[in-house]
């Protein structure tokens, strides 16, 4: 006889996503992709429920300057240094961001541009860098959240940074797309995907997805033979331009 | 078609590319100028990285001075002895440059001195040029021969140390003031990615009093040593020559400086000297303007952490 057991609880909500590319590869017609998306939400309650997608690039701190009048100029100012940035994010989501959960949750998950991760570390000091003396690396006292702005607002001027407030739609009962843009500035390395479904405001499941940006062919080779061997690529670039101009001149002679 | 340049990390238009090479090597032959000076502002204004722009150059200009140094060398156009004179200097001057450029990159004010050097130099020569072409127009429209070039030579030239012989060129001078000229241009070309052809030949002429037949080639052969040492130096230290940029413009630029230097001939020396003078003012005058004017966005990024 089959022992009477308990109807099981219902299972916990669950997304589930793929992208339909992992690897975006970057030769000489690279100019730019779009990476498309597809998840699945289940959920046997069907309790409403909306998905935030969070692509992060690879981290590249960020140097930025603020220009002020010096005698009539236009000068930078010292380059002040933020720490933790992505080389490229974008936070695309059902709905504004601010409608789906609070600012402590938002901010717990680094969610939305508003709430990256980025720091100039805590206290002000400065420091000797390669060099040179005094380049702040600090908390910008009341100026701290202009800066902050100005570096979200360059990157997304950049198509670097962006929050696309309906980057992710329902296509079917429980089955979502976002589709996410690379610039043919994004940086080379791993990006992270996390796909985040949210329920009264709360996550209750995540999935995490990872995509390959890499340089391919004759691209990639000149890239790593300019970085790791600096020196015999710009002797070799230097006798290729030279023989360049004397073969030109030979094509082109006269007498 | 759009090529990704790997260096740089931009996507850009490879026909437009070969185009302004072209433009930029007829004006350069039409003139007998290098043409940096015009080439790196539309290459950032292109949205190629400054620092990209001006280590590239450095390759660029070196292919085409050594197309068009062939030809001047076989007509004993060049004096090779005063050339390596300068490019002595110009050697010094271009490691002087490549680590100045880079320590005003971590400074942040890589952009402010660029901007500066080209409102200075290129507002005094252009202005100067442009003073020298317009008096010369009327005076040949009214028939009057030019003036009597006056050949005193400045006595501090002759009164310096270190005196050698320089038969090609006539002159017998110390070595002092062309070392300083050649290091001097050595500077500029690692910092505004330039030959400095714009400031050697009228040097030349109106300082060193080299005789005009020889300035070019000799100011060829010296931008052709300075730019090759700044090109490598640039690619080894800050790892910003893109060859594929260089090819690019270099390929509309061989053919663009022949077809200039044919058309050169069916022009007037003072006519093509006043409108390359107002080329320079203008080049110069843009480029400086912006540090004038409010910025629309009061913050820069600064690309690249580690210069």
């Known amino acids: 006889m089959i022992p009477a057991v308990a109807p099981p609880p219902p299972a916990p909500p669950v997304v589930s996503a793929a992208l339909t590319e992992t690897q975006v590869q970057v030769n000489s017609g690279f100019r730019g992709a779009r990476i498309v998306l597809y998840g699945a939400v289940f959920d046997p309650l069907n309790r409403p429920s909306d998905v935030v997608v969070l692509v992060r690039g690879p981290e590249q701190p960020v140097r930025i300057a603020r220009k002020t009048r010096i005698v009539g100029l236009w000068v930078n100012s010292r380059p002040v240094v933020f720490q933790g940035a992505p080389g490229f994010y974008i936070a695309a989501s059902t709905r504004p961001l601010d409608e789906i959960a609070r600012f402590g949750e938002l901010r717990r998950l680094g969610a939305g541009v508003d709430h990256l991760a980025i720091n100039a570390p805590a206290e002000q000091r400065t420091e000797t860098r390669y060099g040179v003396r005094d380049v702040v690396v600090s908390r910008l006292g009341g100026d701290y959240l202009d800066w902050r702005r100005a570096v979200v607002r360059l990157k997304e001027k950049a198509g670097l940074y962006a929050a696309e407030e309906h980057g992710v739609r329902f296509v079917d009962r429980g089955l979502f797309r976002a589709e996410i843009a690379l610039p043919a500035e994004a940086p080379i390395g791993q990006y992270q995907a996390r796909i985040v479904l949210f329920q009264n405001g709360q996550p209750v499941s995540e999935k995490v997805r990872t995509l390959t940006v890499a340089k391919v062919g004759a691209e990639r080779g000149l890239y790593l033979w300019a970085h790791r061997r600096p020196w015999s690529y710009g002797l070799a670039a230097m006798a290729f331009a030279l023989g360049a101009g004397w073969a030109a001149s030979r094509a082109f002679r006269r007498d | ?307």
């Open chain 2, 1 to 307: 078609m759009d090529i990704y340049l790997p260096i740089a990390e931009v996507s850009v238009n490879a026909p437009l590319l070969v185009a302004l090479g072209a433009l930029v090597g007829f004006i350069s032959g039409l003139f007998g100028i290098g043409g940096g000076f015009l080439m790196t502002p539309v290459l950032v204004f292109l949205g190629i990285p400054p620092a990209v722009a001006v280590a590239s150059m450095a390759n660029h200009v070196a292919a085409s001075s050594m197309s068009s140094v062939i030809s001047y060398s076989r007509r004993r156009l060049v004096d090779f002895r005063m050339g390596g004179v300068l490019a002595g200097g110009g050697v010094v001057g271009a490691i002087v440059g490549v680590e100045l450029f880079r320590w005003l990159r971590l400074l942040g004010q890589a952009d402010l001195v660029v901007a500066l050097s080209y409102l200075i130099f290129l507002g005094i020569i252009g202005g100067l040029m442009l003073w020298e072409s317009l008096g010369a127009i009327p005076r040949r429209r009214r028939g009057e021969p030019p003036p009597a070039r006056r050949d005193r030579r400045p006595p501090w030239l002759y009164g310096l140390p270190l005196k050698m012989r320089f038969p090609s060129s006539r002159l017998f001078i110390s070595v002092i003031p062309p070392i300083l000229l050649g290091a001097f241009v050595g500077v500029l070309s690692a910092i505004m990615g330039v030959g400095g052809g714009f400031i050697l030949v009228p040097a030349m002429i109106y300082i060193l009093r080299m005789p005009a037949s020889v300035v070019v080639g000799t100011s060829l052969f010296q931008i052709i040593v300075t730019t090759a040492l700044t090109g490598v130096l640039q690619a080894g230290r800050n790892q910003t020559v893109d060859i594929v940029l260089a090819t690019l413009l270099l390929a509309g630029g061989v053919l663009g400086a022949q077809l200039g230097a044919r058309a050169s001939s069916r022009f007037r020396a003072e006519e093509l000297r006043a409108v390359l003078a107002l080329i320079v003012l203008v080049v110069g005058l843009r480029m400086g303007l912006g540090l004038f004017v409010r910025p629309d966005e009061p913050f820069v990024l600064m690309s690249g952490l580690g210069g």
